[in-house]
C-alpha cells in the first residue's frame, strides 16, 4: 500500500511512541488522525504543519466501546476514511502479582488488549466492504518473555499478538493485512530518570548495548503498512533482546 494520501488513526498518539508514528506516516505523506483520551495540545498540532498533511483529531477512551465506535465513525466523516489503524494506546500499572490489585489488572487489560480489541472491530466493516486496509498493533518484547512486576502489562501485550494473528486470519482474504509490532526498551521519558546502574543492568540484557529510539518503531510501523503480502506477523524491534 502507498501511504501517500491514505488517512492513519494513531491511538495514544500525543505523545512517545504514538506521536513518533504520527510524525513519521505524515513525513511519508499520509495524512494523519491523532487520538487522545481528553486533548491533543496545540503545540502537537503545529508541529505537523511542515508536513503539508491533513491532521484531524478525535478524542475518546479506547477502553470503551461506545467511545471507540464514535472514533471511528469521527474520524471517517472528517477525512473520507480509515485505511490504516495503529493501535498503540496502552497504559501500564506495574506491581508483583502477590500484591497486585484486581482493579490495577483488570484496568491495563482493558486499555491494552480490550481497546486494541473495539478499535479493530470498529475499522472492520468499513476496511473488508472496501477490500482494503493494515492494521498494525504495538505489542511489546513483554508480551513475548514476560517480565517481573507486570503480569497485567505482559498479559495484556501477549493478548494483543493472539488478537493480531486471529484477525489476521479472519480478513485476509478481504485484504487487510493485521500485523504487530513488540518493541523493546525505547528511549523515553521513563528511561531518562533511571539511574546509571539500572540503566547498565537494562542495557546488559540488549545485544545491540543500547536503547532504541522511538523514530526507530515508527519506520517499521510504516513499513508494516506499505507491505502487501505480510500479515499476521509480529516484528520484535528490539536490539535483539528477544532473538531466538
Same mark, same amino acid.
Not at 151 to 162: P, T
Given at each position: 500500500?502507498?501511504?501517500?494520501?491514505?488517512?492513519v488513526?494513531?491511538?495514544?498518539?500525543?505523545?512517545?511512541?504514538?506521536?513518533?508514528?504520527?510524525? &513519521?506516516?505524515a513525513?511519508?505523506?499520509?495524512?494523519?488522525?491523532?487520538?487522545?483520551?481528553?486533548?491533543?495540545? &496545540?503545540?502537537?498540532?503545529?508541529?505537523?504543519?511542515? @508536513? /503539508?498533511?491533513?491532521?484531524?483529531?478525535? !478524542?475518546g477512551?479506547?477502553?470503551?466501546?461506545?467511545d471507540?465506535?464514535?472514533?471511528?465513525?469521527?474520524?471517517?466523516?472528517? +477525512?473520507g476514511?480509515?485505511?490504516?489503524?495503529?493501535?498503540?494506546?496502552?497504559?501500564?500499572?506495574? /506491581?508483583?502479582?502477590?500484591?497486585m490489585?484486581?482493579?490495577?489488572?483488570?484496568?491495563?487489560?482493558?486499555?491494552?488488549?480490550?481497546?486494541?480489541?473495539?478499535?479493530?472491530?470498529?475499522?472492520? $466493516?468499513?476496511?473488508?466492504?472496501?477490500?482494503?486496509? +493494515?492494521?498494525?498493533?504495538?505489542?511489546?518484547?513483554?508480551?513475548?518473555?514476560?517480565?517481573?512486576?507486570?503480569a497485567? @502489562?505482559?498479559?495484556? $501485550?501477549? /493478548?494483543?499478538i493472539?488478537?493480531?494473528?486471529?484477525?489476521?486470519? &479472519?480478513?485476509?482474504?478481504?485484504?487487510?493485512?493485521?500485523n504487530?509490532?513488540a518493541? /523493546?526498551?525505547?528511549?523515553?521519558?521513563?528511561?531518562a530518570? !533511571?539511574s546509571?546502574?539500572?540503566?547498565?543492568?537494562?542495557?546488559?540484557?540488549?545485544?545491540?548495548?543500547?536503547?532504541?529510539?522511538?523514530?526507530?518503531?515508527?519506520?517499521?510501523?510504516v513499513?508494516?503498512?506499505?507491505? &502487501?503480502?505480510?500479515?499476521?506477523?509480529?516484528?520484535?524491534?528490539?536490539?535483539?533482546?528477544?532473538?531466538?
Amino acid at each position: 500500500m502507498e501511504v501517500s494520501g491514505k488517512n492513519v488513526l494513531i491511538t495514544g498518539s500525543s505523545r512517545g511512541i504514538g506521536l513518533a508514528i504520527a510524525q &513519521e506516516f505524515a513525513k511519508q505523506g499520509a495524512n494523519v488522525i491523532l487520538n487522545g483520551r481528553s486533548s491533543i495540545s &496545540e503545540e502537537i498540532l503545529e508541529s505537523f504543519s511542515s @508536513y /503539508g498533511v491533513k491532521v484531524h483529531v478525535v !478524542l475518546g477512551d479506547v477502553g470503551e466501546q461506545a467511545d471507540a465506535k464514535r472514533m471511528v465513525a469521527e474520524a471517517i466523516d472528517l +477525512a473520507g476514511s480509515v485505511d490504516i489503524l495503529v493501535n498503540n494506546a496502552g497504559i501500564t500499572k506495574d /506491581g508483583l502479582a502477590l500484591k497486585m490489585s484486581e482493579d490495577d489488572f483488570e484496568a491495563v487489560l482493558k486499555v491494552n488488549l480490550t481497546g486494541t480489541f473495539h478499535m479493530t472491530q470498529a475499522v472492520l $466493516k468499513p476496511m473488508t466492504k472496501a477490500k482494503s486496509g +493494515a492494521i498494525i498493533n504495538v505489542s511489546s518484547v513483554v508480551g513475548l518473555i514476560g517480565n517481573a512486576g507486570q503480569a497485567n @502489562y505482559a498479559a495484556s $501485550k501477549a /493478548g494483543v499478538i493472539g488478537l493480531t494473528k486471529s484477525i489476521a486470519r &479472519e480478513v485476509a482474504g478481504r485484504n487487510v493485512r493485521v500485523n504487530a509490532i513488540a518493541p /523493546g526498551f525505547i528511549e523515553s521519558d521513563m528511561t531518562a530518570v !533511571l539511574s546509571d546502574k539500572i540503566t547498565e543492568a537494562m542495557l546488559g540484557q540488549i545485544p545491540m548495548k543500547r536503547f532504541g529510539l522511538a523514530q526507530e518503531v515508527a519506520e517499521v510501523a510504516v513499513f508494516l503498512a506499505r507491505q &502487501e503480502y505480510l500479515t499476521g506477523q509480529v516484528i520484535a524491534i528490539d536490539g535483539g533482546l528477544t532473538m531466538q
